[in-house]
């Protein structure tokens, strides 16, 4: 960006390169979603059109196969508690980092439900992120902001 730049060009910069990290963040995998999910609860460390952009990561993550998704279903509940669900629509309400939303209705009671569904290989992935990161903790730990924006040990630590 440059000074002389509008505020307005400023956001539509921020915006497309928003969409740019939004996009890799999803293709780096559930650990990495949800950083940008921190991120985007973030107006102290990103600019607007960042904030912005990076909250579609709260709910909006492109979602896995439904297919695969009611087999997941049916192996974690079994048949019998499977076939009570009837679901109200075919694709999901919500996707995220870790798993995504089904509105369904429970045959037996009528009562309306959420199913939640975690992304296959979703353990694997955030345990192997993990583990490098706290492998990297201890570099990371001498990155600091004096101004206090920034607790980088914090901020592994808590993660």
């Known amino acids: ?92 309400v919500a996707s995220a980092s870790l798993g995504q939303v089904y509105e369904c209705v429970d045959r037996e009671t009528g009562a309306r439900v959420a199913v939640k569904v975690q992304r296959p290989g979703a353990l694997a992935a955030v345990s192997l992120d993990v583990a490098i990161i706290r492998i990297l903790g201890p570099i990371l730990y001498k990155i600091n902001d004096p101004e206090g924006n920034l607790d980088a040990k914090g901020l592994v630590d808590e993660w």
């Open 1 to 92: 960006r440059r000074p002389q730049d509008d505020e307005e060009k400023k956001l539509a910069l921020d915006c497309a390169r928003a969409s740019e990290l939004k996009e890799i963040l999803i293709k780096l995998g559930p650990t990495y979603v949800k950083l940008g999910q921190v991120l985007s609860s973030r107006q102290d460390l990103l600019p607007a059109g960042y904030v912005q952009t990076l909250q579609a990561l709260q709910d909006q993550v492109p979602p896995f196969s439904d297919s695969i998704a009611r087999r997941m279903v049916s192996r974690e509940l079994g048949p019998s508690a499977a076939s009570r669900i009837e679901y109200i629509k075919e694709s999901p």
